[in-house]
Nanobody, 120 residues
Framework: QVMLVESGGGLVQAEGSLTLSCALSGSFFRIIAQGWYRQAPGTQRELVATVTAGGSTNYTDSVKGRFTISRDNVDNAVYLQMNSLKPEDTAVYYC??????????????WGQGTQVTVSS
């Protein structure tokens, strides 16, 4: 059973920084990609950033130049460094990992979410 646990959320003033962490545990064949999503009240969950097992990254336009996603190849943790935070970044942030459970089947797993609140 794969489990994801996020940490690092909190309250920060505008222009401040936070780093989110996502710890991955359990057994699996290999990672396909990992990412961060967020959901603000009354909105749909949206992609923030992704990183493939090969290290390729992708960001939504609103966070480009401010957020950096990275992963640890040893323990498979994934991080989101968030700089120059804006009030509109306020949301619950979710970690997502897409993995091959076996060589023949893949699955997508989500963490429980961590709240990020940016005050103006």
């Amino acid at each position: 059973q794969v489990m994801l646990v996020e940490s690092g959320g909190g309250l920060v003033q505008a222009e401040g920084s936070l780093t989110l962490s996502c710890a991955l545990s359990g057994s699996f064949f290999r990672i396909i990609a990992q990412g961060w999503y967020r959901q603000a009240p009354g909105t749909q969950r949206e992609l923030v950033a992704t990183v493939t097992a090969g290290g390729s990254t992708n960001y939504t336009d609103s966070v480009k130049g401010r957020f950096t996603i990275s992963r640890d190849n040893v323990d498979n943790a994934v991080y989101l460094q968030m700089n120059s935070l804006k009030p509109e970044d306020t949301a619950v942030y979710y970690c997502c990992t897409r993995i091959y459970d076996t060589p023949f089947s893949w699955g997508e797993y989500w963490g429980q979410g961590t709240q990020v609140t940016v005050s103006s």
